[in-house]
Nanobody, 120 residues
Framework: VQLQASGGGLVQAGGSLRLSCAAS????????VGWFRQAPGKEREFVAA????????DYADSVKGRFTISRDNAKNTAYLQMNSLKPEDTAVYYC??????????????WGQGTLVTVSS
């Protein structure tokens, strides 16, 4: 499985972005999708996850109420809608496939990352 994250860019604080994660292969719907982010000088951290069918979701406290994760299995694509962005959301965002969880080790496949920069 190969993952391609896209949709990052430069946005002002309070703005919105929607990230996409496109997967190749026919097994996308077998996996949970997770979004993680890594800011400069910091460890990669959990942002959000969604189970294989899109019923169950989980969010980091720092993004709860502002970010929404979703998926379209027919399109082999997952999304992360990010609203009310803050400068501290600046990071490279990665999508991953695996078991639904909050740690990196629960995910088997990773995309290359897309940079989100939020200016104050």
């Amino acid at each position: 499985v190969q993952l391609q994250a896209s949709g990052g860019g430069l946005v002002q604080a309070g703005g919105s972005l929607r990230l996409s994660c496109a997967a190749s292969g026919r097994t996308f719907s077998s996996y949970a999708v997770g979004w993680f982010r890594q800011a400069p000088g910091k460890e990669r951290e959990f942002v959000a996850a969604i189970n294989w069918i899109g019923v169950n979701t989980d969010y980091a406290d720092s993004v709860k109420g502002r970010f929404t994760i979703s998926r379209d299995n027919a399109k082999n694509t997952a999304y992360l809608q990010m609203n009310s962005l803050k400068p501290e959301d600046t990071a490279v965002y990665y999508c991953a496939l695996g078991a639904m969880g909050v740690t990196l080790y629960e995910y088997d496949y990773w995309g290359q990352g897309t940079l989100v920069t939020v200016s104050s």
